[in-house]
């Protein structure tokens, strides 16, 4: 080879070689600093989903803990109950309990684990919320309590004391560290939710009431059957609320998140002119849950009977067709009605709706619809009646003097429906509803009624 041609390749292979060495000097940087940012990432993941795990027990341990002080507090007020006669401290009494039931509400729905079982712990805390604010109703409008009234608080404190034990038994756990909401929870042998289960399977019993209508606290199955359609979108649930809201003008609707639980549903609150409230809308199909209006009421213009007639009317606008009344009562101006859907004369009270009717200005004031929305479906069961009225009443309901039958579909405790006849008579002035099956002729529920003077069975 030429000396001169041999020294230009000599020249132009080291240029080569040395423009290689710097690539593989900058492929080898740029890998190190790959690594390095690779393992700063992960390493910031790993720190992120511990925090975030770190977050959510902080979160479950708050409702737990809250939880089981407000039980505590319902204890300790309703065993007070059992000492004190004056009025006053009575009703102080009765409103704490009331409250903490609507904490431990709060916090078990915090603790959802999507279980028919939870429903029932929740259901008895609703239960207790609410026949503490009837007996407040009863004390202010100058009754006495009754000795039924003090049984019944009996009963409620010592079903709350042993709830309050069995969650007080889960502390010890959590403390050693044996039990982690954010690993447990929902878990095969998750010791939560052995405590919620024992209202559900009767190891802890709490007495069948009513004092708002015949099974208006609602049912244990959580499956949403009336739902139907697809998955809605925020802005058109915005949209179909001021539908819902036909007794309101200028509506404005502002979107406030989504809830979980046995129906999700985007979560809204509105005003219109100087009234203002908050919605639920189901995320399927767009169904109206609850609504509830913050609008004042003072001196009515509507009688009961208007009211009612109103309130079935609104079920009609709103989609939900063959509601009819089947209890009403009246506080503070307002109107409050229990609807159940209603065919060939048949009552379904699983499909029932509450509403709450302005009695100044007529209008819907507050909505719920969670009963109708879990039940009311198409049903192909065959409802015979085997015996008649006249059989039904021969079956003998000692001193009660009966005052009206009807025929009723009712929920069953073990699950399921049944056609019965309601049988509704009174004994001392306490009011009885008496169901005896439609194929049988035998007694299969009854139910006492926490009398009310506003009360009102709508026949």
Not at 93 to 109: F, G, W, Y
Not at 268 to 290: C, W
Not at 310 to 315: F, G, H, M, P
């Amino acid at each position: 080879m030429d000396p001169e041609m041999k020294e230009m390749t000599t020249k132009c292979f080291r240029g080569r070689l040395k423009t290689f060495h710097y690539v593989a000097w900058a492929f080898v940087v740029l890998l190190v600093a790959a690594v390095i940012t690779l393992g700063v990432f992960l390493g910031i993941t790993v720190n992120d989903k511990n925090a975030l795990t770190m977050r959510s027990e902080n979160g479950y341990l708050s409702s737990y803990y809250t939880l089981t002080d407000s039980l505590l507090q319902i204890e300790n007020n309703l065993s007070k109950m059992r000492v004190v006669r004056t009025p006053s401290l009575q009703s102080e009494l009765l409103t704490k309990a009331a409250i903490n039931a609507e904490v431990s509400e709060q916090c078990l729905s915090a603790l959802s684990i999507s279980d028919a079982n939870m429903q029932s712990t929740v259901k008895f805390c609703n239960q207790v919320g609410d026949y503490s604010l009837y007996l407040l109703r009863k004390l202010h409008s100058g009754e006495s309590l009754s000795d039924t009234d003090y049984s019944t608080l009996d009963k409620l404190y010592e079903t709350t004391r042993l709830l309050g034990e069995k969650m007080n038994s889960l502390s010890e756990k959590i403390s050693s560290g044996d039990y982690s909401f954010s690993a447990d929870l929902g878990a095969e042998d998750d010791a939560f939710s052995s405590i919620v289960s024992d209202i559900a399977d009767g190891a802890i019993e709490y007495p069948a009431l009513i004092y708002d209508g015949p099974f208006s606290d609602g049912l244990d199955d959580p499956s949403p059957v009336a739902l139907e359609g697809e998955e809605i979108s925020q802005e058109k649930g915005a949209e179909l609320l001021k539908t819902y809201l036909t007794d309101y003008s200028n509506v404005s609707v502002k979107y406030e998140g989504e809830l979980g639980g046995f129906i999700e549903c985007y979560s809204y609150s509105f005003t219109a002119g100087e009234v203002s409230g908050n919605a639920q809308l189901s995320k399927i199909g767009g169904k109206l849950v609850m609504a509830d209006v913050n609008d004042s009421v003072s001196d009515p213009k509507f009688t009961k009977e208007e009211g009612v007639e109103l309130a079935e009317q609104y079920c009609e606008k709103i989609g939900i067709d063959n509601m009819s009344a089947v209890w009403a009562c009246v506080t503070d101006s307002e109107l409050y009605v229990n609807l159940c859907y209603k065919e060939d004369g048949i009552v379904f009270y699983p499909d029932m709706a509450k509403i709450k009717v302005s009695l100044q200005t007529g209008r819907i004031t507050g909505f719920e619809a969670r009963e109708y929305i879990y039940n009311h479906t198409e049903r192909d069961t065959d409802y015979t009646v085997s015996i008649t009225e006249e059989e039904a009443l021969a079956v003998g309901y000692g001193e009660m003097k009966v005052e009206s039958v009807r025929l009723a579909v009712i929920p069953m405790d073990a699950g399921g429906e049944k056609l019965t006849y309601e049988v509704y008579g009174t004994i001392d002035g306490y009011g009885f509803f008496v169901y005896v099956d439609a194929a049988t002729g035998k007694d299969v529920r009854v139910l006492q009624v926490i009398d009310s003077d506003e009360g009102e069975l709508l026949m």
